[in-house]
């Protein structure tokens, strides 16, 4: 049962299920839109304040923090969250149920150091958003980037228009199953990464994927280890006609640092736009641009 209370200003909802006051602010953004908690907390405050008289000091007090200006440092990213204090401060903010869950893994996502973390934070975060008819972040991009057969199938499909997956999965030359290459199709096709034209023919909905700012990367770093497990067997593999390896080491500063990978970037825009300008596509390969730290950055010495 709900009884509704309002103003021009806010909401006010009395669950009798959860017995706590909750407030929704109108004009603010539900929180399952947010994917970054200081800027959920510095949205609230400046709502309430914009709204009324509200104070950091306020805001610090109603969270059970004796400093006044810890949730400011918060708010600017000067300062996390513990986790201890995660209930307290969704309180403050009236989140209950699964917005207070949401907050939670949202905390947990930007406090944490490790990728699993992360992961598990986003999975956890689009789950509840899901549940509550809301899309947060794209699950698919951890999928697509958790093995090499997804981008490869993606490439190599679209250039053999009707055929069956067990010849897809023959022309790969690393190990897939006509099974699987069967369940990747399927999951490119409904996660939005190709579309059927026909029975049997793929053509690729965007020549670049794209996922959120949050998950891409940490499901990028776990194709960067499959494809250079790849690059380390194909220098073996292959012969030279058919694979092309090549590197220096060098000596770098911060500046140098930057130019160059300025520089990579700008050439694998190239070599992208060169393989774009060719519509009679034959084969799939892989580029890795690798650029790595060798040594531990040498202090200088005083000369004093």
């Known amino acids: 049962m709900l009884i509704f209370v309002k103003n021009l200003n806010f909401c006010i909802i009395w669950i009798l299920t959860v017995g706590a006051w909750r407030i929704y602010f109108i004009g603010m953004k539900p929180i ?10 510095q949205d609230y405050y400046d709502y309430r304040k914009s709204h009324g008289a509200f104070s950091w000091r306020e ?6 923090f004796s400093s006044p200006n810890f949730l400011k440092l918060v708010c600017m990213g000067q300062s996390n969250l513990s986790m201890v204090k995660v209930e307290p401060v969704a309180k403050a903010m009236g989140l209950v149920a699964y917005e207070g869950e949401y907050f939670r893994q949202l905390v947990i996502f930007g406090n944490a150091e490790k990728d699993s973390v992360k992961k598990a934070a986003l999975l956890e975060m689009e789950r509840i958003a899901r549940e509550h008819k809301a899309r947060v972040v794209d699950s698919e991009t951890f999928q697509y980037y ?22 897809l999965a023959e022309e790969c030359k690393e190990y897939v199953s006509a099974e699987e290459v069967r369940d990747i199709l399927a999951f ?9 034209d026909g029975e049997k023919v793929f ?9 959120s700012p949050e998950a891409l990367p940490i499901a990028i770093r776990a194709m960067h ?26 000596g770098v500063n911060e500046e140098a640092y930057g130019r160059i990978v300025n520089e990579i970037t700008a050439c694998c825009k190239r070599v992208v736009a060169i393989a774009d ?7 799939v390969y892989r580029i890795n641009f690798q650029f790595f730290p060798c040594t531990n950055k040498v202090k200088e010495e005083s000369n004093a």
């Open 277 to 283: 300008e060719y519509k009679n596509l034959n084969q």
């Open 32 to 41: 399952l839109e947010y994917k970054d908690y200081h800027l959920f907390m």
């Open 59 to 64: 805001f610090c007090k109603l969270a059970g």
């Open 188 to 196: 490119l096709v409904k996660a939005g990464f190709l579309k059927k």
């Open 225 to 250: 280890k499959e494809m250079g497990n790849m690059a380390v067997r194909a220098v073996d593999r292959y012969v030279q006609g058919e694979r092309f390896f090549n590197g220096v080491t060098l």
């Open 146 to 167: 958790e093995s090499w057969k997804y981008p490869v199938i993606r490439e190599l499909a679209p250039m053999m228009p009707g055929a069956q997956p067990r010849k």
């Open 203 to 211: 053509s690729q909905t965007e020549r670049t994927v794209i996922g």
